[in-house]
């Protein structure tokens, strides 16, 4: 019998074509909110106006998850930003149609597509 695969759950950043590109991995629950709403309050304070939203090694988005990133997108686009999701799995747009975030961004397969995106966007 396999060992179940491990549940661990991180968040990367780095830099696309100029814009911060937040990576979500594994089950993001209650344990990573915090860190992921710091992390997106540290951008959009420091003058961020558009950024990628790397959702294709997450498993899992939880309500808590959820609430941090419809905070920091109601932020940002108050001050004129754009948050663009790479990823569109079934299972991805199931997710944010439940949590009520798929009126809120857009989702495009690749980053490229993410950056063109947001390039058109401003």
Not at 4 to 29: H, Q
Not at 71 to 88: K, M, S, T, Y
Request: net charge neutral; with cysteine; aromatic share 4%.
């Amino acid at each position: 019998m396999r060992a179940p695969e491990p549940r661990s759950t991180d968040i990367r950043m780095d830099e696309i074509d100029g814009y911060p590109r937040l990576v979500l991995c594994g089950e993001c629950n209650s344990c990573l909110a915090a860190r992921l709403e710091r992390g997106l309050d540290r951008l959009i304070d420091r003058g961020c106006r558009g950024f990628m939203l790397d959702t294709r090694e997450m498993r899992y988005l939880d309500q808590s998850c959820s609430v941090a990133l419809t905070h920091a997108i109601e932020r940002l686009r108050a001050c004129g930003g754009e948050c663009v999701i790479v990823d569109q799995c079934d299972s991805l747009e199931r997710s944010f149609k439940l949590l009520n975030l798929s009126n809120s961004v857009v989702a495009v397969p690749t980053l490229s597509q993410a950056s063109t995106y947001l390039r058109w966007s401003h």
